[in-house]
């Protein structure tokens, strides 16, 4: 079973919410799972498995408990090729940088060597308003495919 940290960025809860409710489904399959609410880089660095949950904030930007997080991971660049990753972005689709912070953390640990497991996420808020709901529903097709990582 895989151990997955759970790192959000969240601006009122959101993000959070999703990422309690991920690590509780994750749990319940059998993996172990930690929830990271405010991360800074060792997480990332002594995680196997990340799962970054983040919503955006203002022009696209990360919301400020996950800001300090890559800006430190775009500065020093570590390289994370042992990482497995996936990524839930939160927005909303009224805006035109709908879901931006999730496609610059997926883009982000790409360039830094990390694995990505599946696909990004992207939940509209306007469409799922509980956004539980369909990252339980990504969940699905993601959770398998940890159960592959060597």
Known sequence: MANVTI?????LGGAEYVGDHLADLL????????VVNEGILDDVLSA????VVTSTHGAGDFPDSIAPLMEQLMS??????DLHYGVVGIGDSSYDTFCEAG???????????????GERVDIDIQAHP??????ERWFTEWEPLIHKIK
């Open 48 to 51: 196997s498995t990340l799962l």
């Open 7 to 11: 790192i959000t960025g969240s601006t």
């Open 27 to 34: 749990q319940a399959k059998g993996h172990q799972a930690h």
């Open 130 to 135: 509980v956004p539980e709901d369909e990252a």
């Open 76 to 81: 020093e660049r570590p390289l994370l090729r």
């Open 103 to 117: 496609m610059k953390a997926d883009a982000l640990l790409q360039d830094l060597g990390a694995v990505k497991v």
